[in-house]
């Protein structure tokens, strides 16, 4: 056999092939647009783009996108750990419908889920009329905008997790026990060292999704300038109003957020080849 034509089992020309095409696509659908939200974003320069991103509004947007996040990726957190523990540490009815639950924002539209709590928490919703005696306001105000994030984003932390502690079993946890550690101890000292990087992978992906949710929060929101827009919909309105610019400037943030998550997703898939090669 050619050694020259063949790498691994494949022939080299169909190998040449198919990483032409991902390259193709990746650059088509990925790298072109980064290269023009860039180009865009810088194109009357520097001072411009940091007077764009000076602005109130546009602060305010950053603010709010923050708070969302640091609100429901903590939530989700601690629903990923606990529904991936359930799931793959216990046998009970219903485990399939949990799973199939979880796997939900997955399957339905962020718009319809925007919509599903505008039935809910609205003026002519089901509690709306309760809520607005209470003096409580959810939609079109920042706790609706952190319950749509908190709906897209929950699946991503019990996704990671649930092959994670499957794979593992259950034999280092009951040997803990055995040994007379408490279910509290046993989980600290054995099954979280197990799942750390799984763990800081999910929360990394949910991190990103939360802050560049559009859909939900989009129907949520009320699109009020200054009180109820993220950064994605801030970038929408900068474009309908033409203001490509700023709009580039400001889109140009959730893409360095987006850079910076696919570095430290990275980071940690190389740590962890680097620690099964040499285990």
């Not at 990726?73 to 529904?83: I, Q, S, W």
């Not at 259950?170 to 600290?188: D, I, N, R, V």
């Not at 979280?192 to 999910?202: E, M, Q, R, S, T």
Request: glycine residues 6%; positive net charge; aromatic residues 14%.
């Amino acid at each position: 056999m050619n050694k020259k034509k063949m790498v691994g089992n494949d022939p080299l020309w169909f190998k040449m092939i198919f990483i032409s095409l991902a390259v193709g696509f990746l650059t088509l659908l990925l790298l072109l647009p980064l290269y023009e939200i860039f180009t865009q974003a810088f194109q009357k320069g520097w001072s411009f783009y940091l007077e764009a991103l000076k602005d109130s509004v546009t602060w305010a947007a950053i603010k709010l996108t923050l708070v969302a996040a640091a609100i429901a990726v903590p939530l989700n957190l601690v629903f990923g750990v606990v529904a991936a523990y359930t799931i793959a540490k216990f046998d009970f009815r219903g485990k399939s419908l949990l799973m199939a639950l979880i796997d939900l924002p997955f399957a339905i539209s962020p718009v319809i889920a925007g919509l599903i709590y505008i039935l809910i928490f609205g003026l002519q919703g089901w509690f709306g009329h309760s809520l607005k005696s209470a003096g409580i306001q959810i939609i079109f105000a920042v706790p609706g905008i952190v319950l749509a994030t908190v709906f897209v984003t929950f699946p991503f932390v019990a996704r990671e997790l649930i092959p994670l502690m499957e794979e593992q079993g259950k034999s280092e946890e009951e040997a803990a026990l055995m040994l007379g550690a408490s279910p509290l101890k046993m989980f600290f000292m054995v099954t979280l060292p197990n799942i750390k990087w799984g763990l800081i992978y999910g929360v990394i992906l949910c991190n990103a999704r939360a802050m560049g949710e559009f859909g939900a929060v989009s129907v949520v929101s009320g699109h009020i300038r200054g009180e109820t827009n993220t950064i994605p919909l801030h970038v929408e309105i900068l474009y309908n109003e033409y203001n490509f610019t700023a709009a580039f400037a400001v889109a140009s943030l959730l893409a360095f957020l987006a850079l910076a998550t696919l570095f430290v997703k990275t980071l940690i898939e190389l740590r962890e080849k680097w620690k099964c090669k040499y285990k």
